[in-house]
């Protein structure tokens, strides 16, 4: 009995070469996807039905479809388009499944060649059409139930690859263009773990905050954060918001860059992730507004300062005199102020000081930039660092903001520091620094300012004494005194009186309702002879005070305006050239103020009477000026003649 004759021998070959057509689709599909798949599909379809030709297609557009994998005769060849249109494609696509087992070439003119043909829609899991998988060949294709159901099978398994496919590919579109909104976008964007270590960064936070591509696995974020109170304290309550869940917006930062160091301010917003792995971070550079702010302060600062500047009065406003010794002092400013050299002034109280400070300044290349004068003398102790520096806010007690120093505020220019042997030794290290390094930090802060600035000093002391008494430091000394200039008391000039008086008399005649058109000329003699212990402060004084008194056109002065040393009768000399009150007394050495008493007086007469300065009696008795004149009170010591 053969097969042929048997039905149930027939049922069960069936059964057994679908099982084995199955297991070859399935087996040849097997552990492969993508392109992969379908061309081992079109293959093993192709050898499963017995055809020669098969292919998976999808729409190019409309009307036209393109295959994705194509098998012909014994081979895949190149993927081909073609429009739907006389082609039995065209029915696949637009009724279902279509069989033509013959008559393919006869009703479809275009398929030359071609007998049958077996094509299956593929739809997607919505149900649109992708496109369709098809077997066809040049011999009779008669219905095969099994075989049909076969293709069936593998053309669903076919439309969820090609699905997949299409899914997979709008997916890496779509991460290729959040990856390109990531990369390119303007505004940083960071990644990071709860360690602050970066997970990822874009390419406008590599660019802020100075670092490569290839550095961003092993940075951390708070490897940025700038080493000063303030913007750790930020950075810290900023960072535990984000570890509670919080979602921190608009938080100021300041950093630093890692390639430069300079310094970075951002405003940052960081969201934990909902996994609670890692943080979202974005921030926006804006170093420019802050420095553009800092900048505004300063100049607002500069401002307010020159505003008192213009309101207090200044001795002079212009230099008088012709006399060798300042003529002397005006070369010296001519040679010191074309150069960037530290000057230091050396001068009796009243002497001009700061008017040739401004002199040196005002013919100097840096005219156009701030002059910032200080009294080191007249602040406190404690606060000279503040003032010469600046402090940040928290600093020290009373410290409610940051506060921009001198030298800040001089940047560019010249800063005037009057009275320098006055300066704490603590702070004079730090005027050391600035002269040598030209850099400095706040009080209480830890970024580092560099500054430009040329620095002129003025005394009335005698710093090597200090020195010597360890009471000014040796070094600062040396880089201050890189030009002295020395300046001649008002006696040691006395032909430049009568300018200053006419000077001072057109200067305060109009303030105080005064037309002043000549001087006495026993006043010229009185104001000429006297020796000026207060230089040209006291004549400006003395002048402004006849212009108040006088009632006439011509100004005299008498000897009452000058003060008690000018209203006493001059004693006549001796025959040692000496006057009755210039007698020497002897000292009781068992009393202490008469031994102090003589010894004053003797000091006195050796320095004419001269109180301050280089050549002082105050400096030879190693005392202040001021306590000697309290001395000089206690013990009734009084010269008795101009």
């Known amino acids: 009995m053969t097969t042929d004759s048997n039905p149930d021998l027939q049922e069960g070959a069936g059964r057994r070469d679908e099982v084995a057509w199955l297991r070859s689709v399935v087996e040849g599909t097997a552990g492969s996807v993508g392109d992969d798949f379908l061309r081992n599909l079109v293959r093993h379809m192709a050898l499963a039905v017995g055809v020669s030709h098969a292919f998976v297609a999808e729409f190019a557009d409309e009307r036209r479809v393109r295959t994705l994998a194509y098998w012909k005769g014994d081979r895949i060849v190149p993927n081909i388009e073609f429009d739907l249109s006389g082609t039995p494609c065209e029915e696949v696509v637009s009724g279902g499944m279509c069989h033509f087992a013959t008559g393919v070439q006869t009703r479809f003119p275009k398929e030359r060649g071609i007998e049958s043909y077996l094509g299956v829609p593929l739809l997607s899991h919505e149900g649109a059409a992708l496109g369709h998988l098809c077997v066809f060949d040049e011999a009779p294709m008669p219905a095969d139930p099994r075989k049909i159901s076969i293709f069936q099978i593998f053309a669903a398994r076919a439309a969820a690859e090609l699905d997949r496919l299409r899914v997979e590919s709008r997916l890496r579109e779509s991460e290729d263009r959040f990856r390109d909104l990531f990369d390119e976008a303007p505004i940083a964007y960071v990644e990071e773990g ?38 750790m304290k930020r950075f810290h309550e900023a960072f535990a918001s984000v570890g509670k869940g919080a979602d921190t917006s608009g938080v100021v930062l300041e950093l630093r860059r890692k390639d430069t160091g300079a310094p970075l301010w951002i405003q940052w917003w960081s969201k934990p992730d909902p996994s609670g792995t890692y943080t979202r971070t974005m921030f926006v550079d804006i170093t420019d507004r802050i420095l553009m702010e800092q900048e505004q302060a300063r100049l607002l600062a500069q401002n307010l300062y020159l505003q008192e500047e213009i309101k207090s009065v200044h001795n002079f406003e212009e230099i008088v005199g012709a006399s060798p010794a300042l003529q002397k002092v005006l070369d010296r400013v001519n040679r010191v102020a074309p150069t960037d050299a530290s000057v230091l002034i050396w001068g009796e109280t009243g002497t001009g000081k700061e008017l040739i400070a401004r002199a040196i300044h005002s013919t100097s290349a840096r005219a156009d930039k701030p002059f910032i004068k200080i009294n080191c003398a007249a602040l406190p102790a404690g606060l000279v660092e503040s003032e010469l520096f600046g402090h940040e806010r928290g600093a020290f007690s009373g410290a409610i903001q940051r506060r921009i120093g001198r030298f800040e505020l001089a940047h560019g220019g010249t800063i005037f520091l009057d009275e320098i042997g006055e300066v704490p030794k603590d702070v004079q290290v730090k005027l050391l620094r600035v002269l040598q390094e030209r850099e400095f930090e706040r009080v209480g802060g830890g970024q580092t300012i560099k500054c430009d600035v040329r620095v002129v000093a003025a005394t009335n002391r005698l710093l090597e004494r200090a020195i010597q ?26 032909e430049d009186i009568p300018l200053l008086v006419q000077f001072f008399a057109q200067k305060y005649g109009p303030r105080v309702g005064r037309r002043i058109e000549s001087v006495d000329a026993e006043t010229l003699e009185r104001l000429s002879t006297y020796p000026w212990p207060g230089n040209i402060r006291e004549l400006e004084n003395i002048i402004e005070r006849a212009l108040i008194l006088s009632t006439t056109s011509v100004l005299r002065i008498d000897p009452e305006s000058m003060g008690l040393s000018v209203n006493l009768p001059r004693p006549a000399p001796d025959r040692d050239g000496k006057s009755d009150s210039e007698e020497q007394e002897a000292a009781d050495p068992g009393n202490l103020n008469s031994v102090q008493r003589v010894h004053i007086l003797n000091t006195l007469r050796e320095s004419n009477w001269v109180i301050e300065g280089q050549r002082g009696a105050a400096v030879r008795l190693g005392v202040k000026p001021a306590t000697l004149r309290h001395r000089m009170k206690k013990l009734g010591i009084a010269r008795t003649h101009p």
């Open 194 to 231: 709860l360690d602050t270590k970066f997970v990822r960064a874009n390419h406008a936070a590599l660019r802020s905050l100075g670092i490569k591509a290839e550095e961003v696995a092993g940075t951390y974020g708070r490897s940025f954060i700038a080493d000063t109170p303030s913007a």
């Open 469 to 494: 008494e360890g009471e000014f430091r040796a070094d600062l000394y040396y880089r201050l005194n890189v030009f002295p200039i020395n300046m001649p008391a008002l006696r040691e000039r006395a």
